[in-house]
């Protein structure tokens, strides 16, 4: 059977297109290619951002801003030392990338000027940190990406 050039081109669409749908179809139906937002509820977030961005600006202007330390016990959370902080309120929440299931928030109770995060709750590698604080009725946040 002699294939001429007409067929060929049928051919070559109809391998194109069991290449996509095999494609589309491995991907909706696998389990290790499961990729979800950052949040359940990203647009909603979305609307709050310029929030964060006026919490960023008061965190900056501060003297001295939170800052993190990585020790034997876990993540030192260190608050500035000139505040007041039993006025400290707010909330921690370390985001991991790679695993929903990790990701974990944390309530800011401070009976000392630093919060320790305990080193079994962390595993090794990138971890985004999120402190969203209260202090005086001014609000502030820290973001940093972290290697663990």
Known sequence: MKINWGTGIVL???GFISFIMYFIITMNVDS?????LVTEDYYG????????IDKLK???NLSENVSY????EGLLIAFPQNIDI?????HVFLYRPSNKQLDFDTKISLSKPYLLIPDKRLVDG????????QYNNE?????????Y
Do not use: C, M, P, S
Not at 69 to 72: L, P
Not at 86 to 90: D, P
Not at 126 to 133: A, E, F, S, V
Not at 141 to 147: F, G
């Open 12 to 14: 070559a669409f109809i």
């Open 58 to 60: 008061n965190a900056q």
């Open 126 to 133: 990138r971890w985004n940190i999120k402190i969203d604080w």
């Open 139 to 147: 609000a502030y946040l820290y973001k940093e990406t972290i290697n």
């Open 32 to 36: 290790k290619y499961n990729h979800d």
């Open 86 to 90: 039993t006025k400290v309120t707010g």
């Open 69 to 72: 330390e990585k020790t034997d």
């Open 45 to 52: 977030e979305e609307l709050h951002f310029q929030q964060d």
